[in-house]
């Protein structure tokens, strides 16, 4: 068996501080890295895909609205031909930094308010899929597992891995608890661990409710922002190696 682990990265900005990239960068296999529309400045961005590089992390672009001050987690109702742009842009200012940190950019996972949106909103969701197809038809979209943005994507011929949260409470429906709700969040590192060796291993999660969900994933992401992040992300890893799972990014080959 084999599983990505993924967390979002580069989202310091200036002074202020957001995660531990560093430590992260030593646990997950796939870095969302953002590209400075809800998080990130340029400095701290390249710093993040040169320790990215040195770690040897497969890298993708954390594109979002541009909503620096609700850190990208605002609804927002776009115009298509702004929204096509914003993405276009953010992919390729990370492909330019990239470049000067000796990597490159693989894959686009949508950050926030825009992933929750574009799973299941048809035009913004076509919005970033003609985004991605008219920078580089070669990403790889990441997207809700279980969602309708899997198959839209498909259907344009990009490729596309379906996700699952580590740190994230579910639905009965498999859609993810608002960050508004209790519970939402999860913070136990032993208990997130077991959640996602099942997850693996079953192809389910207990929902908020306390029922089973069935969820198909290839990635499982560990959000960076949280005070608990590399604790969890070590433990999930540790226990899923100990189980015989083998961490290693979509994008690299079986």
């Known amino acids: 068996m084999k599983i990505d682990l993924n967390s979002d990265l580069g989202e310091s900005l200036g002074t202020w501080r957001m995660g531990d990239d560093a430590a992260m960068l030593g646990i997950v296999s796939s870095a969302n890295v953002a590209c400075g529309f809800h ?33 990208g987690r605002r609804n927002m109702d776009v115009d298509s031909a702004d929204l096509i742009a914003d993405v276009i842009y953010q992919i390729g200012a990370l492909q330019g930094l990239a470049a000067a940190a000796g ?78 709700e209790p519970g939402a969040v999860l913070h136990d590192a032993t208990l997130i661990a077991e959640r996602m060796l099942r997850l693996v291993c079953d192809g389910v999660v207990q929902a908020i409710d306390g029922s089973q969900v ?25 226990r899923l190696t100990q ?12």
């Open 39 to 71: 998080a990130g400045d340029p400095a701290g961005i390249l710093r993040t895909l040169r320790q990215a590089k040195a770690n040897g992390v497969v890298v993708g672009a954390h594109v979002g609205y541009r909503d620096l001050v609700g850190f």
């Open 103 to 180: 990597t490159t950019v693989r894959y686009v996972k949508p950050h926030g308010a825009l992933y929750n949106t574009i799973a299941h909103d048809a035009r913004q969701a076509k919005d970033v899929i003609t985004a991605i197809r008219e920078i580089d038809p070669s990403l790889t979209l990441v997207a809700l597992a279980g969602s309708p943005l899997l198959r839209w994507a498909q259907d344009q011929g990009l490729r596309v891995v379906a996700e699952a949260f580590a740190d994230r409470a579910y639905t009965p429906a498999g859609a993810l608890v608002s960050r508004r």
């Open 214 to 238: 069935a969820i198909a994933a290839d990635s499982i992401c560990v959000h960076g922002d949280n005070p608990e992040a590399v604790a969890v992300a070590a433990q999930v890893r540790e």
């Open 243 to 254: 189980a015989g799972v083998r961490i290693a990014s979509f994008e690299v080959s079986a």
